[in-house]
């Protein structure tokens, strides 16, 4: 089957690149919303935005300037901060959504008190709030609203003396002699510090004020290419969570399937109920989930929050979306979830629906609605990505046997169509749930044309890294024959190397690990020291037994010291080393020491010489040895204890 079509698999992840909603570069209908070229036309000027004069944006960069340059004091620092909010009063709105005075209130609002904060945010609303409306939307503004109101994080719960809410309090003393106030209604508990207390009441209404304008504007806000990003960080802030800001990360490097590490801080109790509305109001917008890609991006923004901070709520919101998608007019017979998961907009909000929901929701997914279509949609260009979060999502649950039968049909046709995501996490998902092993890994042998005769076995590995099938690695005219010429290791591609970390999991590996030892040291030098293959290399050397490990070891006699003189091949050594056991580690280090001055003098080996204390197995062999023995017996210690 697929004689030529599966000759080399394609070595992308997905088929085609897909865009991932909530960027900055909204084009068309995006700028005759808010804030865009058209919708700037919002504050006279003959129709056009007013705008900073030359005078005033050349202030604001020296301001800019002097707040890279730091402050030796606080004193400095507030009055310096003072003396420039003075100077924004009366004009923070031209400021806001002025590229320069954009940034430098972006530096400068983390500076400020929260009530100075907080009227910044006043003057950017004007006397009705409503102006928050167009700052939002403004490529600029938009950042300076997220920055005001980000600094609502550094509220930590504290009540002032004079607060109401102390008639339900009552005061403890700590052991460590530290004022407390726990609330006898909700049992909260409220530090009390020597000082002045930093006031965040206008902040709060401000924050409160900015909802009630987003709940108001709720279509155009959350379909807005820059007013969304205002309403994804009034979620996380309502929740109680932020990531880093925006403004700190560099373009052009983005980093895929690296999640934002959120930090959680307490939250006043009207935010705990301004969420709910919020969410409410966003729900009965749920239509434009589907059909918008900037939309979507803020529901799943909502999921994700509400799923770390209010589960139950959360839990409300995932069965009222998958109501609703599943009550689409779709052909007779057929989900409309296949149609929304071929959907650019529409998939990325299932994903994260998929990642997650609880056991009835996934088994009500699959059991009514995918079944029997999982084949096909691991071969749409852009449906391949939520069956890739569904396998990985079932494999803690029974029905992970049952979606395994139907994916691993179509192994070689999702090979040959250049998904390998799928095929990587139905191997990652088989590994986790230790079950239908044996029938992934034969699958593959057949897939890549070494399963028939036996001999082919040992030539899986460097197969499975390079993506490529018998007879096109070893150049070979026909798939009959059982030997195989020679081939230097090459093209190691990032999914060939994952799906053999995940295979390595597997509780029967030994077809690789024979493979590995067939490999010719210059082979395995050239593993150690590739980005993709050094992780293969620390996978299979790591996961092995001690006589397994031991085996591969001696393949590795005489190419420690070229390991620990490159980059990643040092690493490597490293890693095997932390796994190796005594008598392991020895070899290791007989094999280094001879090559001191080399190792001692080169950027990456003079690390492992001082890592591995090999001065002092030179001269003090006997107490290294007692030291390596004791470090072996803690790592066995702990390895028992967590498993």
Same mark, same amino acid.
């Given at each position: 089957?697929?004689?030529?079509?599966?000759?080399?698999?394609?070595?992308?992840?997905?088929?085609?690149?897909?865009?991932?909603?909530?960027?900055?570069?909204?084009?068309?209908?995006?700028?005759?919303?808010?804030?865009?070229?058209?919708?700037?036309?919002?504050?006279?000027?003959?129709?056009?935005?007013?705008?900073?004069?030359?005078?005033?944006?050349?202030?604001?960069?020296?301001?800019?300037?002097?707040?890279?340059?730091?402050?030796?004091?606080?004193?400095?620092?507030?009055?310096?901060?003072?003396?420039?909010?003075?100077?924004?009063?009366?004009?923070?709105?031209?400021?806001?959504?002025?590229?320069?005075?954009?940034?430098?209130?972006?530096?400068?609002?983390?500076?400020?008190?929260?009530?100075?904060?907080?009227?910044?945010?006043?003057?950017?609303?004007?006397?009705?709030?409503?102006?928050?409306?167009?700052?939002?939307?403004?490529?600029?503004?938009?950042?300076?609203?997220?920055?005001?109101?980000?600094?609502?994080?550094?509220?930590?719960?504290?009540?002032?003396?004079?607060?109401?809410?102390?008639?339900?309090?009552?005061?403890?003393?700590?052991?460590?002699?530290?004022?407390?106030?726990?609330?006898?209604?909700?049992?909260?508990?409220?530090?009390?510090?020597?000082?002045?207390?930093?006031?965040?009441?206008?902040?709060?209404?401000?924050?409160?004020?900015?909802?009630?304008?987003?709940?108001?504007?709720?279509?155009?806000?959350?379909?807005?290419?820059?007013?969304?990003?205002?309403?994804?960080?009034?979620?996380?802030?309502?929740?109680?969570?932020?990531?880093?800001?925006?403004?700190?990360?560099?373009?052009?490097?983005?980093?895929?399937?690296?999640?934002?590490?959120?930090?959680?801080?307490?939250?006043?109790?009207?935010?705990?109920?301004?969420?709910?509305?919020?969410?409410?109001?966003?729900?009965?917008?749920?239509?434009?989930?589907?059909?918008?890609?900037?939309?979507?991006?803020?529901?799943?923004?909502?999921?994700?929050?509400?799923?770390?901070?209010?589960?139950?709520?959360?839990?409300?919101?995932?069965?009222?979306?998958?109501?609703?998608?599943?009550?689409?007019?779709?052909?007779?017979?057929?989900?409309?979830?296949?149609?929304?998961?071929?959907?650019?907009?529409?998939?990325?909000?299932?994903?994260?629906?998929?990642?997650?929901?609880?056991?009835?929701?996934?088994?009500?997914?699959?059991?009514?609605?995918?079944?029997?279509?999982?084949?096909?949609?691991?071969?749409?260009?852009?449906?391949?990505?939520?069956?890739?979060?569904?396998?990985?999502?079932?494999?803690?649950?029974?029905?992970?046997?049952?979606?395994?039968?139907?994916?691993?049909?179509?192994?070689?046709?999702?090979?040959?169509?250049?998904?390998?995501?799928?095929?990587?996490?139905?191997?990652?998902?088989?590994?986790?749930?230790?079950?239908?092993?044996?029938?992934?890994?034969?699958?593959?042998?057949?897939?890549?044309?070494?399963?028939?005769?036996?001999?082919?076995?040992?030539?899986?590995?460097?197969?499975?890294?390079?993506?490529?099938?018998?007879?096109?690695?070893?150049?070979?005219?026909?798939?009959?024959?059982?030997?195989?010429?020679?081939?230097?290791?090459?093209?190691?591609?990032?999914?060939?190397?994952?799906?053999?970390?995940?295979?390595?999991?597997?509780?029967?590996?030994?077809?690789?690990?024979?493979?590995?030892?067939?490999?010719?040291?210059?082979?395995?030098?050239?593993?150690?020291?590739?980005?993709? @293959? #050094?992780? $293969? !290399?620390? +996978?299979?050397?790591?996961?092995? *037994?001690?006589?397994? /490990?031991?085996? =591969?070891?001696?393949? &590795?006699?005489?190419?420690?010291?070229?390991?620990?003189?490159?980059?990643? @091949? #040092?690493? $490597? !050594?490293? +890693?095997?080393?932390?796994?190796? *056991?005594?008598?392991? /580690?020895?070899? =290791?280090?007989?094999? &280094?020491?001879?090559?001191?001055?080399?190792?001692?003098?080169?950027?990456?080996?003079?690390? $492992?010489?001082?890592?591995?204390?090999?001065?002092?197995?030179?001269?003090? /062999?006997?107490?290294?040895?007692?030291?390596?023995?004791?470090?072996?017996?803690?790592?066995?210690?702990?390895?028992?204890?967590?498993?």
């Amino acid at each position: 089957m697929l004689e030529e079509a599966v000759e080399t698999y394609p070595q992308n992840g997905g088929g085609k690149k897909r865009k991932y909603p909530g960027g900055d570069d909204g084009k068309g209908e995006e700028r005759k919303k808010w804030g865009g070229e058209e919708g700037e036309r919002s504050q006279g000027d003959g129709g056009r935005k007013q705008r900073l004069d030359a005078m005033s944006v050349g202030y604001f960069r020296r301001v800019g300037e002097r707040l890279a340059e730091g402050f030796e004091d606080k004193e400095e620092r507030a009055m310096f901060v003072e003396n420039v909010l003075s100077e924004v009063k009366g004009q923070a709105i031209m400021v806001a959504m002025d590229c320069t005075g954009s940034i430098t209130l972006q530096r400068l609002l983390p500076l400020s008190t929260a009530e100075q904060v907080g009227e910044v945010l006043a003057e950017l609303g004007g006397e009705s709030g409503s102006e928050l409306a167009v700052v939002s939307c403004d490529r600029c503004g938009g950042h300076v609203v997220e920055s005001a109101v980000r600094q609502m994080s550094r509220w930590t719960g504290k009540i002032p003396l004079s607060s109401p809410c102390q008639i339900l309090c009552i005061q403890i003393i700590k052991s460590d002699k530290t004022p407390q106030l726990v609330c006898i209604d909700c049992f909260h508990f409220f530090y009390t510090t020597e000082g002045e207390e930093e006031s965040f009441e206008l902040l709060e209404a401000q924050v409160l004020s900015l909802s009630q304008v987003v709940r108001d504007n709720i279509e155009e806000f959350i379909q807005h290419v820059h007013g969304s990003h205002v309403v994804r960080t009034l979620l996380h802030l309502l929740a109680g969570c932020l990531g880093p800001p925006r403004t700190e990360s560099r373009q052009g490097a983005k980093v895929r399937g690296v999640v934002p590490l959120l930090t959680d801080f307490e939250i006043p109790t009207s935010f705990w109920y301004e969420l709910k509305s919020l969410t409410e109001t966003l729900m009965e917008n749920i239509n434009l989930s589907v059909t918008d890609a900037v939309a979507s991006a803020v529901f799943q923004t909502m999921l994700t929050v509400c799923h770390r901070k209010r589960p139950k709520l959360c839990k409300q919101l995932l069965k009222q979306i998958m109501a609703y998608l599943t009550s689409r007019s779709a052909a007779p017979g057929l989900s409309p979830l296949l149609v929304f998961l071929k959907d650019q907009a529409s998939s990325h909000l299932i994903e994260t629906i998929i990642q997650l929901s609880h056991k009835p929701l996934l088994r009500d997914l699959y059991k009514n609605h995918l079944k029997g279509h999982m084949v096909d949609l691991a071969l749409h260009p852009i449906a391949n990505f939520p069956i890739q979060r569904l396998t990985a999502a079932s494999a803690k649950y029974t029905m992970f046997l049952t979606l395994f039968d139907e994916l691993i049909q179509g192994v070689e046709a999702v090979l040959a169509s250049g998904h390998m995501g799928v095929i990587v996490q139905l191997a990652e998902s088989c590994a986790e749930s230790e079950e239908k092993q044996d029938e992934m890994l034969q699958c593959l042998l057949r897939a890549f044309h070494c399963a028939e005769p036996g001999s082919r076995h040992v030539s899986c590995l460097p197969l499975f890294m390079s993506l490529l099938t018998y007879e096109v690695y070893y150049h070979s005219e026909t798939a009959e024959g059982g030997t195989s010429t020679e081939v230097p290791l090459a093209s190691i591609c990032y999914h060939g190397s994952r799906l053999v970390q995940a295979l390595s999991r597997f509780k029967e590996r030994s077809v690789l690990l024979s493979s590995l030892r067939t490999l010719s040291q210059a082979d395995i030098l050239t593993l150690a020291s590739d980005p993709a @293959g #050094s992780h $293969v !290399l620390q +996978a299979l050397v790591t996961t092995s *037994s001690d006589k397994g /490990r031991g085996k =591969i070891l001696r393949r &590795l006699e005489g190419l420690h010291v070229q390991m620990a003189c490159s980059r990643l @091949g #040092s690493r $490597v !050594l490293e +890693a095997i080393w932390n796994s190796a *056991s005594v008598n392991q /580690r020895q070899s =290791i280090a007989q094999d &280094l020491v001879p090559s001191e001055n080399q190792l001692r003098s080169h950027q990456f080996a003079r690390h $492992v010489w001082a890592k591995f204390a090999l001065t002092h197995f030179v001269h003090r /062999r006997a107490h290294w040895q007692e030291i390596q023995a004791g470090e072996s017996k803690k790592r066995k210690l702990f390895s028992d204890i967590l498993e």
